[in-house]
């Protein structure tokens, strides 16, 4: 006679499990949405390189060789002789350089070498003509677009003075036509010619690279020796396939490959959150067969082959939904290029990682076997006869061992002593903070059903006063503390992430601003030479509707102990950015007759505060000031000490101003754009030498330091929420698995005549309650933390609380917890008294 299989331990878990589909996909989904996140990761990131590979242009396919200068450039002899050799079919001199043009705005172009046709070609007329002669440029679309060029229009380039190093000359360009670069690698404004020209516009004695291509069937190897004799010992040779792997792999590398890289940070995180939720619902689901094991322990099964099952039970559990999640991922990235192509979008496929979708798979096993160990454990380590007489884990549940107790406090102890420990090395003080960090999540893991209890009572409170229902989901929670606790760390771990992200980011961008206010008080600087500018054209800025808080400031050297520094009149109360100055000591608000402002390096030489008093060595004698305040670092327009106007005259300061700052009258690009024309056709009708002014454009670095901020914003919250995704999940995973474990409880509570409304609401108000605790105890770890973090980076910035962020963060926690216990309630409810009644598990 056969034996079932289901008769051994291990078949009669697995039979249980098998039995029970739902609830293994319930038990499993936290893995599940794991393994769909990180396969997903893959995919995107296969999809992210097939597009960059799919559209990268650079070394055209048909250059054989490649000659890169040495330390000094190839020369247009060694050009020329390389055209010459036998089997040489082409050979283009490249330049990559660039110059300034001529005028009172900051403008660059970038100068390229290129002969315009050919196979060699990296560029594609689009209008006018390509040069071919000396004194005439193509430019891109880019330059046609932001310096105003068009086939026919002259512009003047400032270059190096070829017999004076020190001085520079102006050479007049005209333009022939634009042209539209081949290459992926192209983002400036360019203009090109040809090789043979190309020198006279660059100051580049010969060229920095030779791309040569070959005649069909010249042998490889004998031309390479030719052309490394015309090269001699300086420069090196490469293959053209071998450049153009190279010029890939850095188009693949680079910045994508630094997003995967912290993408992977945050994947290990959310991994973890899994693994947390995925041990909180194994305990629950063995808590429910507790009486099952019993029975198996009292017919002689031993503890080494209960856990064995039970671990083998976690594994299938993981390979099912690991699976499941692979294949997710892969539809959904197959997928992907079908949706981007039908919203006008061209992203290529991504191929089949099978070696990573099984790596994913037996990672995802590996994580269940990890996460069922100690629930595992502890199921087998209870006696038959006290399993067999357990009504429930209520007063296993309410109980807090002292071991518990014990690692918690030394965890906390331990994070406390690193935190208090940083030093003065910034990289190793920061690596101390998320070292105290992840010890203090640690420690809140150990401490949670003790934390529990009193964050309950407080936000329990309002719930009671709803009735019933709010009663018993604040009794229901309160109940059972260890599973309440095991839920909520995961909930705090993404309420922690979320929250110490919007801190930092609000702490570096009141940074940014302070730092802007300094740097970039106002859109436009207007600096003049010697000369300066004279009241009437100062008048004539501020009279120009496109400009706004026209600002006029004078500027002279003195000295101050043994350094000159900067004293300028700019009145730091007429910057539009003004609030955003801090101070050291002191306050802006003192400046007037006889005060000074002085930046960090002047405080610090002097040994001076707000008070003191100062002397400044002008041409006209000692100046005696007093202190008015000191600053954390350089002073508006960088300037080292700020005086009044009368001050500045005392130390022989000119009457005409050294240079304006000011804004354009509204926001916006062609706000600004305007606003830069109206200065720069002033400087023109009013000035006697207009390239002796120039203009700088300070609102680009102020945006470029805002666009950084707010991209670092947006990426770190996508990132943290995919723990807060898989807080989501873990609560839907508990509260599902708690309503089958208390179908009775639900039975009687409907013979006593709760409605099924008032239960949804009951287990609805439970959900949203780990949404509560969780909220409570992540903000408390991940806002101290996150201004530890951030002021161990950047020490001058800060403290900025979002309030408004924080209290939505908290909110949206408790109301995604309670959306998330919606489904079970509505399945809970379905179930009738009688039938709740009669059921035996």
């Known amino acids: 006679m056969s034996v079932s299989w289901r008769a051994s331990v291990l078949g009669s878990q697995l039979a249980e499990l098998l039995r029970r589909p739902g609830r293994l996909l319930t038990t499993g989904l936290s893995v599940l949405v794991a393994a769909f996140v990180v396969f997903g990761a893959v995919m995107a990131q296969e999809i992210a390189t097939n597009t960059a590979l799919d559209r990268f ?106 017999e004076d190093a020190e001085r520079t000359v102006k050479v007049a360009v005209i333009v022939t036509g634009v042209v539209k670069s081949t290459t992926t690698a192209e983002q400036r404004s360019s203009g090109y010619t040809t090789d043979a020209y190309v020198g006279r516009l660059a100051d580049l004695p010969g060229y920095q690279h030779v791309d040569i291509r070959a005649e ?35 188009a693949v590398g680079g910045d994508l490959r630094e997003v995967f890289l912290l993408l992977s940070v945050f994947l290990a995180v959310a991994v973890g959150a899994a693994a947390l939720v995925a041990t909180s619902s194994f305990r629950i689901v063995f808590a429910q067969r507790l009486r099952q ?44 290029p079908v949706v981007a192509r039908s919203a006008g979008r061209e992203l290529s496929a991504p191929g089949l990682p099978v070696t990573y979708a099984v790596l994913v798979v037996l990672g995802t096993m590996l994580v269940t076997v990890g996460a069922v160990l100690a629930p595992a454990l502890s199921a087998a380590r209870v006696s038959p006869l ?66 529990v209890r009193p964050v309950l009572t407080v936000a329990g409170w ?56 300094v740097d970039a008080p106002a859109d436009f600087r207007v600096a003049a030479g010697d000369k300066g500018l004279d009241a009437t054209v100062v008048r004539q800025f501020a009279a120009a509707p496109e400009l706004t808080h026209v600002t006029g400031y004078r500027t002279v050297q003195v000295t101050a102990g043994s350094r000159e520094f900067e004293v300028t009149d700019l009145d730091p109360g007429a910057l539009p950015k003004a609030e955003s100055i801090d101070t050291a000591t002191g306050s802006l608000d003192e400046l007037g007759p006889d005060h000074a402002v002085v930046s960090a390096d002047v405080a610090d030489l002097l040994g001076v505060r707000a008070g003191d008093t100062l002397t400044l060595a002008s041409r006209r004698g000692d100046i005696r000031l007093t202190v008015a305040a000191t ?51 002033t400087i023109r009708a009013q000035v006697a030498d207009p390239d002796d002014v120039g203009i700088s454009v300070l609102a680009e670095s102020r945006d470029s330091s805002q666009d950084t901020v707010r991209t670092m914003g947006t990426v770190s919250l996508g990132l943290v929420a995919l723990t807060v995704l898989m807080a989501v999940v873990g609560v839907t995973a508990t509260t599902s698995l708690t309503a089958i474990e208390r179908t009775r409880e639900f039975g009687l509570l409907r013979a006593l005549g709760l409605s099924g409304g008032a239960l949804r609401r009951t287990i609805t108000l439970e959900a949203g309650l780990y949404g509560v605790l969780g909220g409570v105890l992540g903000l408390a770890l991940g806002i101290p933390y996150a201004r530890l973090l951030i002021s161990t980076a950047v020490t001058d910035a800060p403290l900025r609380l979002p309030g408004a962020q924080l209290l939505l963060v908290f909110a949206g926690l408790a109301v995604l917890t309670a959306l998330a216990g919606l489904l079970p309630a509505r399945r809970a409810t379905r179930i009738t008294p009688m039938t709740a009644l009669g059921d035996t598990e």
Not at 96 to 106: C, I, K, V, Y
Not at 424 to 441: E, G, K, P, Y
Request: charged letters at 20%; glycine letters at 14%.
């Open 631 to 681: 600053l954390p670092g350089k002073g508006p327009g960088l300037a080292d000490v700020l005086v009044a106007p009368a001050d500045l005259d005392r130390m022989g300061a000119a009457e005409n101003a050294s240079g304006i700052y000011a804004d354009a009258a509204t926001d916006g690009l062609v706000a600004r754009g305007k606003a830069q024309r109206a200065l720069e056709s």
């Open 293 to 336: 094991l019993a029975l198996l322990r009292a017919i002689g099964a031993s503890r080494h082959r209960l856990v064995t099952a039970l671990a083998v039970e976690g594994a299938l559990v993981g390979g099912i939904a690991g699976s499941l999640g692979v294949a997710a991922a892969l539809g959904a990235g197959h997928l992907a």
């Open 386 to 451: 006290q399993a067999l007489r357990a009504a429930g884990g209520g007063a296993s549940e309410r109980r807090v061992e002292a071991s518990r107790l014990v690692t918690g406090a030394l965890l906390a102890a331990a994070a406390t002593a690193l935190a208090a420990l940083r030093g003065s090395d910034r990289d190793l003080a920061m690596m101390t903070t998320v070292a105290s960090a992840a010890l203090a999540f640690l420690a809140l893991i150990a401490l949670g059903p003790l934390l």
């Open 57 to 162: 242009r650079g070394t055209p396919e048909t250059v054989s060789l490649v000659a890169i200068a040495g330390d000094s450039n190839i020369s247009g002899a060694a050009l020329e002789r390389i055209r010459a050799l036998p089997g040489v079919a082409e050979a283009v001199g490249r330049v990559d350089s660039g110059a300034p043009l001529a005028g009172p705005s900051e403008r660059w172009l970038e100068l390229r070498a290129d002969p315009g046709t050919g196979p060699l070609s990296l560029v594609r007329l689009v209008e006018g003509s390509y040069p071919d002669r000396a004194g005439r440029i193509a430019v891109n679309r880019r330059a046609a677009e932001e310096l105003g060029l068009a086939p026919g229009s002259r512009t003047t380039l400032v270059i190096p003075d070829p």
């Open 462 to 517: 309002p719930l009671r006063r709803l009735g019933t229902t709010g009663r018993l989901a604040v009794s229901g929670v309160g109940g059972m503390p260890r599973r309440a606790a095991a839920v909520s760390v995961v909930v705090a771990l993404g309420a922690a992430l979320v929250s110490g992200a919007l801190v930092c980011v609000a702490c570096l961008g009141g940074y940014m601003e302070r730092t802007d206010a």
């Open 216 to 250: 069909d069937g010249a042998p490889a190897g004998e031309l390479s020796a030719r052309v490394r004799d015309v090269l001699g010992g300086g420069a090196s040779l490469k293959a053209g396939a071998a450049v153009r792997a190279q010029e890939e792999r850095e």
